[in-house]
C-alpha cells in the first residue's frame, strides 16, 4: 500500500524553526519527485519545494528561497523540509506527495503536471504566530 505519512508540523513564534518529514512506504523510494505542497485557508495549494530523490534536483518557490532546505535520506525512505525564518505568511497545511519522476519544476509549480502526484499524505499544521 503506498503511503506517505508527514510529521513535525507545530505552532511556532516569527523567526522560529520546524523541520518537516515525510516518510514513504509502499513503493520503491528513488525515482520519484518529492513534493512538499501547502494550503492555506481560503487559498489555492502551492508547491513550496520538491526533490528528485534519484538525483537529488531540487526545485524551491521564491517565497522561501533562502529559508527552506528539502533533503532526502533514500535509506529511511524519508523527505524532510527544513524551515527557518518563518514568517506567519508561511501559516498552512504542509502536504507530501511522491510521484514518478519528471522535471521537478513543472511538477513542482504547474498545476497541470500534479496529476503526475500518485501519493498525498495525510497533511500537518504549521503554525507561525506570537
Known amino acids: 500500500q503506498l503511503q506517505l505519512v508527514e510529521s513535525g508540523g507545530d505552532l511556532v513564534q516569527p523567526g522560529g524553526s520546524l523541520r518537516l518529514s515525510c516518510a514513504a512506504s509502499?513503493?520503491?523510494?528513488?525515482?520519484?519527485?518529492i513534493g512538499w505542497f501547502r494550503q492555506a485557508p481560503g487559498k489555492e495549494r502551492e508547491g513550496v519545494s520538491c526533490?528528485?530523490?534519484?538525483?537529488?534536483?531540487?526545485y524551491y518557490a521564491d517565497s522561501v528561497k533562502g529559508r527552506f532546505t528539502i533533503s532526502r535520506d533514500n535509506a529511511k525512505n524519508t523527505v524532510y523540509l527544513q524551515m527557518n525564518s518563518l514568517e506567519p505568511e508561511d501559516t498552512a497545511v504542509y502536504y507530501c506527495?511522491?510521484?514518478?519522476?519528471?522535471?521537478?519544476?513543472?511538477?513542482?509549480?504547474?498545476?497541470?503536471?500534479?496529476?503526475?502526484?500518485?501519493?498525498w499524505g495525510q497533511g500537518t499544521q504549521v503554525t507561525v504566530s506570537s
Open positions: 506527495a511522491a510521484g514518478p519522476a519528471f522535471t521537478v519544476q513543472a511538477m513542482c509549480v504547474m498545476a497541470a503536471y500534479r496529476w503526475r502526484y500518485k501519493t
Open positions: 526533490i528528485n530523490t534519484s538525483d537529488a534536483g531540487t
Open positions: 509502499g513503493f520503491t523510494f528513488v525515482k520519484h519527485v
